[in-house]
């Protein structure tokens, strides 16, 4: 007699069947965060690859093992192994600690995959899409008559959409320039690619943000039809662009504006800082990103429109996914709202999250995490063995040690890393090499601070004694 087959997660009886292997795996992501003992694995990569191959075995044996076994074992290699942002001192890139209540969710996603590609696949997940990206589309375009938004899988594919959009507005005819700053997410050049568009023309950015001057004369000189592609929250110092000025010269120039708001978009749930994104409502599209400001786990981004209209051009047809009879007859029609047909219900994580919290309680979190940012600074700012770059705009922080050259910074970040002692990023500005935190963790503190920068001298100190 044949064994029965191992357990679903949906179901009536799914939840039965996934509370003990719960249990395994919160036990294993336990172990493993007390045996990593810091925010990274020590080592370097042929350590931690060791540990991996040796938990994980034959990758693909002729007989499986104890379900239980194997997922203790591969969680907890993969919990010792992890950078894990939810300790304070993982503070390199745009990689935040969820939410465990977003956590949660997310498995109640996994449980029930609801794809949503048609209707018959996902009801209730497609009629929460709607409710939720409207919502996140009015508070993006809060005059706006229909604003709307799509679920993607981060700033990168959001600023491909946007290409994509403005590329179809205009015709095969007319190649659409694109025209970003030097400041520019790098996903603008690939995108181009991908889509056959001329290489994006760069303005300089002489003082970290989109020059308008400059952007006036390339506008000037260059044929239509154009897209500007400004920031909000650059990925090396988190600066913003001017985006008034930048959209009043969009119009002059009957320019497209795109804003990639991925960092800072979520500014626009806390009334402190708010202000900062003044303007944003004067672009044609705009890139948000809750997997960054917004605590979710990956994926969670939006690309939001000022007209839905723009979005018919998504449209596709596949008849056994949103056949035409199927449509007149009111059954959703899915495929018009993503590149990608199948995908995950990930707008249900954002949509307890939301509910959960309120626009005061992501406010809260995102004041929290700028304030971190500030005294972070003012702890550099008082240490004469340490340099700050600038006052930081969001969250990030570049520093470097006074007098160090850039082969001792570099050589710092690493003995950090291999040490796993502490992950910070890095960055190149006004021809030097800098030190970067990133501080997206809410439950940091202080003393976390001033720990990163102890470790930051006492390796300072080691180099110069060599």
Known sequence: ??????????????????????????????????????????????????????????????????????????????????????????????????????????????????????????????????????ALAKAAYPTAPHPDALVTTGGTESNQLALLLARERHGPGHPLQVVVGANAHHSFRRAAWLLGLPEPVTVPTPNGTLDPVALDEALTDLPGPLLVAATVG?????????????????????????????????????????????????????TLDLHKLGWQPVAAGLLAVRDATDLAVLSHTADYLNADDDTEAGLPDLLGRSLRTTRRPDILKIAVTLRALGRAGLGA?????????????????????????????????????????DTTVAAIRRTLLSEGRAVLGRAHEDGRLWLKATLLNPHATPGDLEEVLTLVEALTEGSTDR
């Open 1 to 134: 007699m044949r064994a029965s087959p191992p357990p679903l997660a949906g179901g009536e009886t799914g939840p039965d069947a996934l509370r003990p292997l719960l249990d395994t795996v919160l036990d294993a992501l336990r172990e493993g965060a007390h045996a990593r003992g810091g925010p990274i694995p020590a080592g370097g990569p042929d350590a931690v690859t060791a540990r991996v191959r040796e938990a994980l075995g034959d990758p693909l044996p002729p007989h499986g093992t104890d379900p239980h076994t194997t997922l203790h074992t591969l969680v907890r290699a993969l919990a010792e192994g992890a950078a894990d942002p939810a300790h304070p001192l993982c503070a390199a890139h745009l990689h935040t600690p969820p939410l465990a209540l977003a956590a949660a969710a997310d498995l109640a996603a996994s449980a029930l995959n609801p794809s949503m590609d048609s209707w018959d696949q996902a009801p209730a997940a497609s009629a929460l899409e709607e409710l939720v990206t409207e």
């Open 234 to 286: 650059t990925t090396d110092t988190g600066r913003i662009d001017p985006l008034p000025e930048i959209a009043t010269l969009c119009e002059a120039h009957h320019a497209d504006l795109h804003v990639d708001a991925a960092y800072g978009g979520a500014a626009l749930f806390s009334d402190t800082h708010r202000p900062l994104l003044a303007g944003l409502d004067r672009a044609r599209s705009v």
């Open 365 to 405: 979190l995102v004041d929290r995490v700028c304030a971190l940012a500030q005294h972070l600074a003012d702890l550099v700012e008082k240490n004469p063995g340490l340099e700050l770059y600038e006052r930081p705009t969001l969250t990030t922080v570049l520093f470097r040690p006074t007098h160090a050259d």
